[in-house]
């Protein structure tokens, strides 16, 4: 069982930053992909950004750029570093663990 709770969210204006984080129990956090989705309102869930055990990553094309995803594996946290926000980045922001473990969410506002 994993249990994942995620950080750092807020009201922010357009242009600025924010840094997520995901901490997880556990002893598989570092052998596990890891991932940030998002969803908005009306609108599905969608994959941000991941990172494999190896550290390889991936973003979704319109946060390319702008957004850092990273992780500590002797903390079995996850972070997600977002820079120059956009208001259509605002969403509720979700940390999971492979294919199976879901965070609450932590919710990330984006005025313009």
């Known amino acids: 069982q994993v249990q994942l709770v995620e950080s750092g969210g807020g009201l922010v204006q357009a242009g600025g930053s924010l840094r997520l984080s995901c901490v997880a129990s556990g002893s598989i956090f570092s052998i596990m992909s890891m991932s940030w989705y998002r969803q908005a309102p009306g609108k599905q869930r969608e994959m941000v950004a991941t990172i494999t055990r190896g550290g390889i990553t991936n973003y979704l094309d319109s946060v390319e750029g702008r957004f850092t995803i990273s992780r500590d594996n002797a903390k079995n946290t996850l972070y997600l570093e977002m820079n120059s926000l956009k208001p259509e980045d605002t969403g509720v922001y979700y940390c999971?663990?492979?294919?199976?473990?879901w965070g609450q969410g932590t919710q990330v506002t984006v005025s313009s």
């Open positions: 999971r663990c492979g294919y199976t473990y």
